[in-house]
């Protein structure tokens, strides 16, 4: 249930930080592995690498991170829906592509992401990103 208000009380803040741990995992985590083993495998199996193998690590790279910026589009993550949470917009729906986009892409950038952090390690019920988008964290 979404507690007054609608967004998550500061008291369950910490269920952010294990979605986005589960986030990391599966949506970054999975393709950049993938990839370091497809390099190992095949540097194993010839002498001399190949072109295509550098291409597809960077490949592996920007799936990683397009899967983190669309992370939240329909309403929640991985991460989210296994600790029992979901973003919606100011209307109450859940969150689309575009606010996913917005409110992921400032976890991206150097330095504010680290203002990012320190927001949901205060308390704060909304991160800086969720401001920008116009979502809110809820319980589900």
């Avoid at 999975?30 to 597809?56: C, H, S």
């Avoid at 910026?69 to 989210?80: E, H, N, Q």
């Amino acid at each position: 249930m979404p507690s007054p208000g609608g967004t998550l009380p500061p008291e369950r803040l910490w269920l952010r930080l294990a979605a986005f741990g589960v986030d990391l995992l599966l949506l970054s985590g999975a393709p950049l592995l993938l990839a370091t083993i497809l390099d190992f495998a095949t540097l194993l199996v010839v002498a001399e690498p190949p072109a295509w193998l550098a291409i597809a690590f960077h490949a592996a790279q920007l799936i990683a991170v397009g899967l983190f910026l669309c992370r939240d589009a329909g309403g929640a993550s991985p991460g989210k829906k296994i600790v029992g949470l979901y973003l919606v917009g100011g209307d109450g729906i859940p969150s689309g592509l575009l606010a996913s986009l917005v409110r992921n892409a400032a976890l991206l950038l150097p330095i504010w992401n680290v203002v990012e952090l320190w927001a949901v390690l205060q308390g704060s019920v909304r991160r800086p990103g969720d401001r920008v988008a116009g979502t809110f964290l809820v319980e589900s």
